[in-house]
Every structure is written in C-alpha cells, then in structure tokens.
C-alpha cells in the first residue's frame, strides 16, 4: 500500500459519475484516490491546496488547468494539454501521461496510423493528445473536425477517404449512452476506428465498427494504461508494463455485465439467481422491473394493451438495466425481437443464449408461448439469438452446475 502522508489525490473533473479511475488507483495501492467534481470558478483554488498530493484532471479542465501551474512537461507544452498535476516541493508540475495510454490503446489494438489519413471528432484537450499521437505515428494527413470549425459535420463528405477515426467527444458516453457521432460505414475506406469512452464499455460507434468487422477499441485500455503512468508519477515509483493488462482484465470483468436471453421458459430467471447467489452480483430481471412499473404481471399487460405495448415497456426497462455495470441480466425470452435492445444489452454486456430442448420449456404463464407452437416459434427466434449472443450454454445439470459453467467461460472470455 502507497504512504500518502495525509495528502490529496483524485481525479478533477466536472461530471465523474461514469468514471473508474479510483478503483485503478486502488488496484495500484493508492486508497486515498478520489473523485472531485468541480465548476470551473472552482478549479484555481482546487489545484492550488497546499495540501495536494497529485491530481489527474479530465474534461472539461485538460487545458484551463495549465493556467494554474509552476512548470509544465516538454511532452505536456507540444501538446497543448495536462492531464496529471503533481506538487513537488510546494511546486506544481504538470504532464500528459494520455498520450502514453493513447498509444498503447492504439497499438493493442493493432490500428496502425502512420501513413494513415486520422480523422478526429472534437477540438477539445484530449484531441490536442490525439493529433500529437498521430503525428508522431507517421500519419499522412490529420483532419480535425468540430461543430464550428473549418472542418465539420456538414462538409464531412470531402473526408470520407478518412481510413481511422477517433473518437474524442462525449457523444455516447455515460449517462446518455445512445448517440454515436457518424456511422463508420460511412468511410470506404475505414480501417481503424477508436473511441476514447470507456464508459459504456462498447459505445454505438464501436459496436457499429464491430458489426463492420473494423478493427476497433473502446477508451478502457487508454484508461488504465494512462493511469499507471500517472501512478509512477505520483509516488516515483516504476510500475511493471504487465500490470496494465492485469488491472485491464480484472476491471473489465467487474464492470462488464452478464446478460442471459433465450426461450420463455428455458430457465433464466433461475439460472440469474443463482448466479447472483454464486458471485454476489445484484440481478437485473427486465421482466419484473416491467411488471414493477406497470403494477400487473406480464399476462395482464398482454391481455389489456396487447404485445407491442409491452415491448415499449421491456425496451425502456432494457435501456434501464444496461445502464448498470458488473450485474446479472435476465431478459424476456422475446427481447431479441427489438433490434432497438442490441447495442443497451452488448454495450456493458457479455451476452449468454440459454439452451433447452424446445420439449422441455415451461409455458404456464408465459402469453406467447402458452398455445403456441414452440418449434415454430424457436425456428424464429434462434438466428436472432444468436447475432445477440457471445456464447452459448446448455441447459443441463443443476442451477448451480449452470451458473458455475457460465462464470467459467466469462472469466476465460470477458477480456477487454
């Protein structure tokens, strides 16, 4: 465990809700990390404490926070940007440790820029790291486009030869997760796209990337790689590379949620409840959370609105429950039917397809499948479970040889 002495260290910033940065800091053995979230008139008095130990600083104070230090790195003074203050002998220094973690993002995901053309969505301190990022990789062309600037979303038409894409603004980020700010399909010749959000864990614009089959990341590893170097700085400590993976690995399966689809009746809701019992996660049950909000059951809901007011219903409580991270998710067995509840539940989610002989699914009490011809009805749904899933499990053995067989495989395969 790191001595802080009794000093201040965390993470400024103006809206922190979706960020993970002190759990980092714990893993690295830094307990007194915290999250300060501060308004701009706030910022000076902040940094100034005398009884500051080390900071990092995010949006919106990347650039402003410059004003208000001692010396500023050579690395931090090309870029334009500081995202780690550190007093030393009553002296504010300031670095950029982003451009480290942005590098080894890039590189671990293996999107190479150099000789790439780079398009880079926003013009805040993060895209100065950016375009410094790119320019030393080589790029042959950096194009930055904003709102107002030369470069924009209304004459984006003479950049569609862009082959990587960064993602630089907090469009899709925590806690309004359903923006992305231009399909990826829309460059011929894209070949990388990267999002700096790591909260959700896949934004639309990754998962859009994904489906393109477009080498891509989410802003994770930058986190955690950016934080490590920030850690050596704080304390002058050095770090091994290998921990970066490590503390990668574990923050991203706690994070990261397991959702369960599959047939009515295959055992869902058992198998979520075990597992909840099994790994101490809460249970998200997207059926109950409807019938909750509705205050009548799902046969009820059927038979007085009819089955598209009920999908209304199970898509905002969808969009509710992936909004959660590290929980169980336990969805209806016709949630799959909504193209709409793709990205919610595979933004924060490793998603599982429960199996079970069609013969031996329970009907009592489920309205669609009751009197329906279950053969014909899993004929329908099996290709749209499995574009949902990440993996499938067969419904055999007890609930607890069950939930075991599931956190066997998300623990071997929930790897950001």
């Given at each position: 465990?790191?001595?802080?002495?009794?000093?201040?260290?965390?993470?400024?910033?103006?809206?922190?809700?979706?960020?993970?940065?002190?759990?980092?800091?714990?893993?690295?053995?830094?307990?007194?990390?915290?999250?300060?979230?501060?308004?701009?008139?706030?910022?000076?008095?902040?940094?100034?404490?005398?009884?500051?130990?080390?900071?990092?600083?995010?949006?919106?104070?990347?650039?402003?926070?410059?004003?208000?230090?001692?010396?500023?790195?050579?690395?931090?003074?090309?870029?334009?940007?500081?995202?780690?203050?550190?007093?030393?002998?009553?002296?504010?220094?300031?670095?950029?440790?982003?451009?480290?973690?942005?590098?080894?993002?890039?590189?671990?995901?293996?999107?190479?820029?150099?000789?790439?053309?780079?398009?880079?969505?926003?013009?805040?301190?993060?895209?100065?790291?950016?375009?410094?990022c790119a320019k030393a990789a080589g790029a042959s062309e950096i194009v930055v486009i904003s709102r107002s600037g030369p470069d924009n979303y209304e004459n984006i038409d003479r950049h569609k030869?862009?082959?990587?894409?960064?993602?630089?603004?907090?469009?899709?980020?925590?806690?309004?997760?359903?923006?992305?700010?231009?399909?990826?399909?829309?460059?011929?010749?894209?070949?990388?796209?990267?999002?700096?959000?790591?909260?959700?864990?896949?934004?639309?614009?990754?998962?859009?990337?994904?489906?393109?089959?477009?080498?891509?990341?989410?802003?994770?590893?930058?986190?955690?790689?950016?934080?490590?170097?920030?850690?050596?700085?704080?304390?002058?400590?050095?770090?091994?590379?290998?921990?970066?993976?490590?503390?990668?690995?574990?923050?991203?399966?706690?994070?990261?949620?397991?959702?369960?689809?599959?047939?009515?009746?295959?055992?869902?809701?058992?198998?979520?409840?075990?597992?909840?019992?099994?790994?101490?996660?809460?249970?998200?049950?997207?059926?109950?959370?409807?019938?909750?909000?509705?205050?009548?059951?799902?046969?009820?809901?059927?038979?007085?609105?009819?089955?598209?007011?009920?999908?209304?219903?199970?898509?905002?409580?969808?969009?509710?429950?992936?909004?959660?991270?590290?929980?169980?998710?336990?969805?209806?067995?016709?949630?799959?039917?909504?193209?709409?509840?793709?990205?919610?539940?595979?933004?924060?989610?490793?998603v599982y397809f429960l199996e079970r002989p069609v013969e031996q699914l329970a009907r009592k009490g489920r309205p669609l499948s009751e009197n329906a011809d279950l053969f014909a009805l899993y004929?329908?749904?099996?290709?749209?479970?499995?574009?949902?899933?990440?993996?499938?499990?067969?419904?055999?053995?007890?609930?607890?040889?069950?939930?075991?067989?599931?956190?066997?495989?998300?623990?071997?395969?929930?790897?950001?």
């Amino acid at each position: 465990m790191i001595n802080q002495n009794g000093k201040i260290y965390g993470l400024v910033g103006r809206k922190l809700g979706h960020s993970y940065s002190a759990k980092i800091h714990a893993m690295l053995g830094n307990s007194a990390y915290r999250l300060y979230e501060l308004e701009p008139e706030e910022l000076g008095g902040f940094v100034r404490r005398p009884d500051i130990g080390a900071l990092n600083v995010t949006i919106p104070y990347k650039i402003e926070v410059m004003r208000y230090l001692d010396e500023i790195s050579p690395e931090a003074e090309s870029i334009g940007s500081v995202n780690t203050v550190v007093r030393r002998d009553n002296r504010l220094y300031g670095f950029n440790t982003d451009f480290f973690g942005f590098d080894y993002m890039a590189r671990r995901a293996g999107i190479i820029m150099h000789g790439k053309k780079v398009l880079i969505f926003g013009s805040g301190g993060s895209s100065q790291t950016v375009r410094a990022c790119a320019k030393a990789a080589g790029a042959s062309e950096i194009v930055v486009i904003s709102r107002s600037g030369p470069d924009n979303y209304e004459n984006i038409d003479r950049h569609k030869d862009a082959q990587i894409l960064v993602n630089t603004t907090p469009v899709g980020m925590y806690p309004e997760p359903e923006g992305m700010l231009i399909d990826p399909g829309f460059f011929p010749l894209c070949e990388g796209v990267i999002d700096l959000i790591y909260n959700p864990l896949r934004t639309n614009f990754v998962l859009r990337a994904s489906q393109l089959g477009i080498p891509h990341t989410g802003g994770l590893p930058m986190l955690v790689a950016q934080a490590v170097r920030a850690h050596e700085l704080f304390f002058g400590v050095s770090v091994p590379l290998g921990e970066i993976e490590r503390i990668l690995s574990e923050l991203g399966r706690s994070v990261e949620n397991i959702v369960l689809v599959g047939m009515p009746g295959c055992g869902k809701t058992t198998t979520g409840c075990t597992l909840g019992k099994i790994s101490g996660r809460e249970v998200l049950d997207t059926d109950a959370m409807v019938e909750k909000a509705a205050e009548m059951s799902i046969p009820e809901i059927f038979a007085r609105y009819g089955e598209a007011e009920f999908r209304a219903m199970e898509k905002k409580a969808v969009s509710e429950a992936s909004m959660r991270s590290g929980a169980i998710i336990v969805t209806g067995g016709g949630v799959v039917k909504d193209e709409a509840n793709y990205a919610p539940l595979k933004r924060n989610g490793r998603v599982y397809f429960l199996e079970r002989p069609v013969e031996q699914l329970a009907r009592k009490g489920r309205p669609l499948s009751e009197n329906a011809d279950l053969f014909a009805l899993y004929a329908e749904r099996l290709p749209l479970y499995l574009k949902f899933a990440d993996a499938r499990v067969n419904i055999s053995g007890t609930p607890d040889e069950v939930a075991a067989k599931i956190l066997e495989e998300f623990r071997e395969n929930s790897r950001y």
